[in-house]
């Protein structure tokens, strides 16, 4: 019983993630979608990008999200955006104060999308006029963007693509999910390069999960399709010197599901290199978020079941020893933003504790540190909050 009420769980997950994308760019009233994402420059201003129509808005808080000093519309000629769960727009920081933006552009067919790029060089009060990060332009999946700046200043943008399930259709071959592919700036997002495919055969609608290397590399991690579509993670580091990834398998907790879950990965690497990752798993029928630091091509390290039933969309962050886990709970009274922390990189981990609730849905967490102070950026209603995840 607990297998199938789990199945119908995931099922029902991803049928209403498939809605939500054949309802992308329709429109929806004065409600604004509830996908954002945040980051905190080294001022501690907070940068808040989201979407508004079909414009893409970012927004710049000198005082923790209480209030907004700026709001600058990134695309003032209106397009469809995609703006909800893992498909949402994207913010990322420059060394010299760039601010950079992707997001998910739906086409006319279902589940379509182009993946577009914008930025600014006056500290968000004018951007360029978006582009088209790839080089490929048919009317298929180029979707669920993440963005990423390597420590040379370079420009990251990853993303699911469909060309190669395209071609395998067309030649009767079989092909299961997607691809990931990526493309990068050398020159503060001027220009990209063209495209590679880091791998073949990756889930179709789960995030991908960039992280910066002691070493200033972006590693990404990712879930992939491993066999007859056990749904496990990959690794791989990109590079921006025209080299192919290195491709791993990451996780192998052999979860079986015909259908992707859209629930995607996290990942954090700290000052030593260590990849602390948090992935969502129902293998056996139990819906887990697990932890572990990753080992590529080996069993990841200090497995710790983090939640269970009713946890999803888990984020993780880290500074030096310090390690933030933020996940939804849901409960019978509501959503709680619920918390786990190590002091000891990862060895330990304290017990659950809510920070936050919401009555209603929200935009997943999103984890930020300032200072060595982790807070999570929230939006429960589309209301933003920067919740303190220090115990009063």
């Known amino acids: 019983m607990r297998r199938i009420l789990a199945l119908a769980f995931l099922l029902a ?29 080294d001022a501690g201003h907070l940068w808040v ?28 000629t209106g397009e469809p955006v995609y703006a909800e769960g893992e498909n949402r727009p994207k913010v990322a920081l420059g060394p010299a104060g760039e601010l950079y933006v992707t997001w998910s552009q739906p086409r006319k067919l279902p589940w379509t999308g182009f ?61 299961l999910g997607a691809a990931t592919y990526y493309s990068w700036s050398t020159n503060r997002g001027a220009t990209f390069a063209p495209e590679r495919k880091i791998v073949d055969q990756s ?45 791993k398998r990451a996780t192998f907790t052999r979860w079986h599901i015909e259908g992707c879950p859209h629930h995607g990965p996290s990942l954090a690497i700290d000052g030593r290199g260590t990849r602390h990752a948090v992935w969502f798993s129902a293998a056996d029928g ?59 990189g990862g060895e330990h981990f304290s017990e659950p504790r809510a920070i936050a609730h919401a009555d209603g849905p929200s935009g997943w967490p999103k984890l930020v540190v300032w200072k060595d102070r982790a807070f999570v950026a929230w939006n429960p209603d589309g209301r933003f909050r920067l919740v303190p995840t220090e115990a009063l």
Request: hydrophobic share 40%.
């Open 286 to 344: 139990k819906p887990t978020i697990w932890y572990g630091q990753l080992a590529p091509g080996a069993d990841p390290k200090h497995l710790v079941a983090v939640a269970g039933n009713g946890a999803s969309h888990a984020d993780v962050a880290v500074s030096g020893a310090h390690v933030w886990i933020a996940w939804h709970q849901m409960t019978a009274n509501g959503l709680d933003l619920t918390l786990r922390e190590s002091t000891d």
């Open 115 to 175: 993946v577009r790029f914008s930025r600014s060089l006056d500290g968000g009060a004018h951007f360029d006029p978006p582009k088209t990060v790839h080089t490929d332009t048919a009317e298929i999946t180029h979707r669920f963007d993440s963005l990423a700046v390597d420590a040379q200043g370079n420009v990251i943008v990853a993303w699911i693509d469909k060309r190669d399930l395209v071609a395998a259709t067309a030649k009767k071959a079989p092909y």
């Open 49 to 76: 990008v989201d979407s508004v129509g079909e414009h893409v808005r970012v927004r710049r808080s000198d005082d923790m999200g209480r209030t907004f000093a700026l709001s600058t519309i990134v695309n003032p």
């Open 203 to 247: 889930c179709e609608c789960c995030r991908i999960a960039l992280a910066r290397t002691p070493d200033g590399r972006v590693d990404a991690f990712f879930r992939a399709i491993y066999g007859d579509n056990i749904r496990d993670h990959a690794f791989a580091t990109l590079p921006t010197d025209g080299g192919a990834p290195n491709v």
């Open 13 to 41: 997950c991803t049928a209403a993630g498939q809605a939500r994308d054949a309802m992308a760019g329709m429109a929806m009233g004065h409600e604004a979608p509830l996908g954002f994402d945040a980051a905190l420059d």
